[in-house]
């Protein structure tokens, strides 16, 4: 599984921006996906997690701001964000869980820099 993670920026206060992951290879097994985020000096924490059911968890510092999407058929994940804050500056991961032969595994894409600053 490759993920490929883009359209990370620097964008003033309140601004807004949508991330994409990519996703290609072995896509079969699929029970979770999603978007973490890590700042400097900081570890890294969840953004959103949408299972394959649809069910979406979001942090509790990008309720109501952010948005999570996909596209199936396109093996596409989006992040949509909103009214961002600079405490919303960090690397932005995308995340996806297989379940393959009784084993989870986790996989990551390369992260992309999402900066908010005036």
């Known amino acids: 599984v490759q993920l490929q993670a883009s359209g990370g920026g620097l964008v003033r206060p309140g601004g807004s921006l949508r991330l994409s992951c990519a996703a290609s290879?072995?896509?079969?097994?699929?029970?979770?996906m999603g978007w973490y985020r890590q700042a400097p000096g900081k570890k890294r924490e969840m953004v959103v997690a949408?299972?394959?059911?649809?069910?979406?968890a979001y942090g509790d510092s990008v309720k109501g701001r952010f948005t999570i999407a996909r596209d199936d058929a396109k093996n596409m994940l989006y992040l949509h964000m909103t009214n961002l804050k600079p405490e919303d500056t960090a690397i932005y991961y995308c995340?996806?869980?297989?379940?393959?032969?009784?084993?989870?595994?986790?996989?990551w894409g390369q992260g992309t820099q999402v900066t908010v600053s005036s």
């Open positions: 290879g072995s896509l079969s097994g699929i029970i979770g």
């Open positions: 949408i299972s394959t059911g649809g069910s979406e």
């Open positions: 995340n996806l869980d297989t379940l393959v032969s009784g084993t989870i595994r986790e996989w």
